[in-house]
T-cell receptor
Framework: ETGVTQTPRHLVMGMTNKKSLKCEQH?????MYWYKQSAKKPLELMFV???????ENNSVPSRFSPECPNSSHLFLHLHTLQPEDSALYLC?????????????FGPGTRLTVT | SQQGEEDPQALSIQEGENATMNCSYK?????LQWYRQNSGRGLVHLIL?????REKHSGRLRVTLDTSKKSSSLLITASRAADTASYFC???????????FGSGTKLNVKP
């Protein structure tokens, strides 16, 4: 256990559905991240939050909408997704927003868009 | 692209052998980290090496960094079947608060 939990672990949704991914960290960290991991591609950073404020949006399509109500919780709201959005979505946290801190990853949500 | 690129993409060895994975990157970095990922799971941090360090050890892991060649290597000594996983390097840039990950090396250790 890394101290970062993600729910659900698996999600199958149609292209017209709306769903949300949840991430919670119990480490007292200030920074949280969403990553997308597709087969045989580098891990893609999607969003970065620091003290609940979004500091990075890595040109992510608007069908992905993040929300960070507090430093411990991070959501990724999904709507009208495409089949190519099927991937493993990983949440991570770090003590602070500095590349010198290690990131702690959750187990991921395996998303399949049909 | 700044992304670290691991080499080889896949590596298969026998238990007890050493495994060496390499990472190359393109621009100056502040630090470099190695992570491990078991199939379909999250990444786990293994070791961080700063740009002013040349070598670092942690248990059976040995990491080297050559900033002149913009490359790093991860050596796992006396490998075990439980070491089977994908290994990623992540480069941290000075003044940039994010990492760039590569596509990973998939290591298979046969018992």
């Amino acid at each position: 256990e890394t101290g970062v939990t993600q729910t659900p672990r698996h999600l199958v949704m149609g292209m017209t559905n709306k769903k949300s991914l949840k991430c919670e960290q119990h480490l007292g960290h200030n920074a949280m991240y969403w990553y997308k991991q597709s087969a045989k591609k580098p891990l893609e950073l999607m969003f970065v939050y620091n003290f609940k404020e979004q500091t990075e949006n890595n040109s992510v399509p608007s069908r992905f909408s993040p929300e960070c109500p507090n430093s411990s919780h991070l959501f990724l709201h999904l709507h009208t997704l495409q089949p190519e959005d099927s991937a493993l979505y990983l949440c991570a946290s770090s003590q602070d927003l500095d590349s010198g801190y290690e990131q702690y990853f959750g187990p991921g949500t395996r998303l399949t868009v049909t | 692209s700044q992304q670290g690129e691991e080499d080889p993409q896949a590596l298969s060895i026998q238990e007890g052998e050493n495994a060496t994975m390499n990472c190359s990157y393109k621009t100056s970095i502040n630090n470099l980290q190695w992570y491990r990922q078991n199939s379909g799971r999250g990444l786990v941090h293994l070791i961080l090496i700063r740009s002013n360090e040349r070598e670092k050890h942690s248990g059976r892991l040995r990491v080297t960094l050559d900033t002149s060649k913009k490359s790093s290597s991860l050596l796992i000594t006396a490998s075990r079947a439980a070491d089977t996983a994908s290994y990623f390097c992540a480069t941290g840039l000075y003044n940039f608060n994010k990492f760039y990950f590569g596509s990973g090396t998939k290591l298979n250790v046969k018992p």
